[in-house]
């Protein structure tokens, strides 16, 4: 079975500060993704990367940024963290045109 | 730009029934879609996937169908259980690139 494991299920920061996210899948995908989740708002694609040293921009991106040095390990880091960032946290990862398999979620409280 | 859409948002059913979700889109210009499932607080689970070159697919008490031309797909639970009691959210892949388009979701609650 494919894991995805996300750093952390719940996690607390301040505002301005630098925040990093991090997800390993352990199944060699090429493609790994990262969504945001809010009521109302569903889930929403901030970045995704289908290669080593690749990415590219989902739909809201802004005050984002990602980072992919290893093809089992995507981050997403938050520049400098604002209250509207304040989510929960999705990674996935697949092969080529494959499903897309979950993490658990990242729960994010700016303060 | 495609948009998903899930009817209804919400479904409370005694257990034992069978019960039908709705999924359409705007684009037919589809690779695949995919049903998941999700528990509060928990993350996605996939349960099924239809590439667009099929009809339905199977997965225990469960069924999926597509009808790409329509923009519709239907996910089918027969013989509901208060386990399958979560979040149901279904999403396409555009044909020219990876990224999932998701629907808002159909909460589900099976009474027992």
């Known amino acids: 079975d494919v894991k995805v494991t996300q750093s952390s299920r719940y996690l607390v920061k301040r505002t301005g500060e630098k925040v990093f996210l991090e997800c390993v899948q352990d199944?060699?995908?090429?493609?790994m993704f990262w969504y945001r989740q809010d009521p109302g708002l569903g889930l929403r694609l901030i970045y995704f990367?289908?290669?080593?040293?690749?990415?590219e921009k989902g739909d809201i991106p802004e005050g984002y940024s990602v980072s992919r040095e290893k093809k089992e390990r995507f981050s997403l880091i938050l520049e400098s963290a604002s209250t509207n960032q304040t989510s929960m946290y999705l990674c996935?990862?697949?092969?080529?045109?494959?499903?897309?398999?979950f993490g658990d979620g990242t729960r994010l409280s700016i303060l | 730009k495609q948009e998903v859409t899930q009817i209804p948002a919400a479904l409370s059913v005694p257990e034992g029934e069978n019960l039908v979700l709705n999924c359409s889109f705007t684009?037919?210009?589809?690779?695949?879609l995919q049903w998941f499932r999700q528990d509060p607080g928990k993350g996605l689970t996939s349960l099924l996937l239809?590439?667009?070159?099929?009809r339905e697919q199977t997965s225990g008490r469960l069924n999926a169908s597509l009808d790409k031309s329509s923009g519709r797909s239907t996910l089918y639970i027969a013989a509901s259980q208060p386990g399958d009691s979560a979040t149901y959210l279904c999403a396409v892949i555009a044909s020219s690139s990876y990224k999932l388009i998701f629907g808002s979701g159909t909460r589900l609650l099976v009474r027992p």
């Open positions: 996935a990862s697949s092969l080529s045109w494959s499903p897309q398999h």
């Open positions: 684009d037919s210009a589809i690779y695949n």
């Open positions: 990367s289908y290669d080593v040293k690749m990415k």
């Open positions: 239809i590439q667009s070159s099929q």
């Open positions: 199944m060699d995908h090429e493609n």
